[in-house]
């Protein structure tokens, strides 16, 4: 009888516990989500990064709520498509935030995009971590802002400096440089930095021209490069523009020292596949890529769930460019949150300027602008790529880091095979 009333009374206390549990759980589930706000670009010119941004914020949000939430609440992300239209971005933020009610926003992707959202952001005083900026808290001056991508406090001398210093250590070092750049807004700042290191290093500019964004023929730009007999040339603009030079420097047979520094392209899966050992030789800056400099802790589990969802949703089937940034940007956020115990926007702002973020980037302080403290912009060179499969760009060799010093995985080739 003893026996059976112990019995009695555990199965009493495993109902409890169950119907505890069961409480718990439909009590996390049924609070109010905490409703993270944004736009991004899903149709238009930039929609092939704002999908890959995307993917990774969802993988983040997947991942906080299998954990339970923040702060014990599901996060629930609402989104709207900025069709890569800078026009359409503040009517966007103000829904969200005086409709949808959000609780958190982050930037969609791009200057372009980010600038007009700033007001809006100020105006209801959130913090705002936002996607691959470019000097965009300069006008502003907000101290909620903050800029994931690793560019550093002088983004414009940042972006070019790479570039010049791997020159600097060639024998016998350049004397002349040629600057060639898009016709835009993040060409022309990068061309300012690159004048800048001209200067510094004096060297000769023997060439500085811009181009239409939208050119297409790229022969008679790369012909009159070379017609100047620069030892070294810096390229900034666009991933078209990247694929058109690079083809066309090949067909000239132009065999300058050194190459490249600002071209937005290679950093993706298709234009890397497009290119293929077109690329040899040629420099660039990329976030991230594959070395082993770069293990940070997390990046290769992320990567690695990262590109079967990529397949799927047929983005950036490699991901080095953006979505690491993007999830490592969560991360940030919700820390701030967790350490603060709430959405107390001062606070959380206050605690993000204070710590050292670990994410799957590598540790990430932020200076008083709301960029990191110190840059970390990797100059890479192509080395070795044979056909345009995309396996080989996931071991290391292909992508060797340049600068800074500290991440240098290889040697600069030289000249341009």
């Known amino acids: 009888m003893k026996i059976a009333n112990r019995f009695r009374s555990a199965a009493v206390v495993a109902a409890v516990a169950a119907l505890i549990a069961h409480a718990t759980f439909d009590q996390t589930f049924a609070a109010e989500p905490i409703k993270v706000g944004f736009s991004m670009a899903l149709t238009g010119a930039i929609a092939g990064n704002g999908k890959a941004a995307l993917l990774a914020t969802q993988m983040w949000a997947d991942d906080q709520n299998s954990k339970g939430g923040l702060l014990g609440r599901p996060v629930e992300l609402i989104y709207y498509d900025d069709q890569s239209n800078p026009s359409l971005v503040p ?6 935030l005086e409709i949808d ?38 006008q502003f001056r907000y101290g909620k802002y903050f800029q994931i991508q690793p560019l550093g406090p002088d983004a414009h001398l940042t ?41 510094k290093y004096g060297l000769d500019i023997s060439y500085d021209r811009s181009f239409p964004p939208n050119a297409v023929d790229f022969a008679p730009i790369v012909r009159a490069i070379q017609a100047a007999k620069p030892d070294i040339v810096y390229i900034a603009c666009f991933p078209p523009n990247t694929v058109g030079i690079v083809r066309s420097v090949r067909e000239a047979g132009f065999k300058p020292k050194l190459i490249g520094g600002g071209m937005v392209g290679p950093q993706y899966a298709a234009a890397k596949q497009q290119l293929g050992p077109l690329l040899n030789g040629f420099v660039s800056f990329e976030d991230f890529v594959p070395e082993p400099t ?25 991901g080095y460019y953006l979505p690491p940034f993007s999830y490592a940007g969560m991360q940030i956020i919700a820390t701030a949150a967790e350490a603060t115990k709430g959405l107390d926007q001062n606070k959380m702002a ?17 200076g008083t602008d709301g960029e990191w403290e110190q840059a970390r912009l990797f100059q890479v060179q192509y080395q070795g790529i044979t056909g345009n499969g995309l396996e080989q760009f996931e071991r290391p060799g292909t992508q060797v880091i340049l600068f800074p010093s500290a991440y240098k995985s290889g040697k600069l080739q030289y000249p341009l095979p």
């Open 91 to 96: 009517g966007i933020y103000t829904k969200l």
């Open 101 to 138: 009610k959000v609780d958190l926003v982050i930037s969609g992707y791009g200057t372009n995009i980010i600038g007009p959202a700033m007001p809006v952001v100020m105006k209801h005083n959130k913090v705002f971590m936002s996607l691959a900026g470019l000097r965009v808290n300069e």
């Open 159 to 199: 972006f070019a400096q790479g570039f010049f210093e791997v020159a600097m250590g060639m024998d016998p070092r350049p004397k002349t440089v040629a600057i060639s750049v898009a016709d835009s807004e993040f060409p022309q700042t990068a061309a300012i930095g690159a004048r800048e290191w001209a200067k």
């Open 294 to 318: 770069t293990n940070f802790p997390g990046i290769r589990e992320f990567l690695g769930r990262y590109k079967p969802r990529a397949a799927a949703a047929g983005v950036d089937a490699l």
């Open 350 to 366: 206050d605690y993000i300027h204070k710590a050292t973020h670990h994410t799957i980037v590598g540790d990430v302080r932020f």
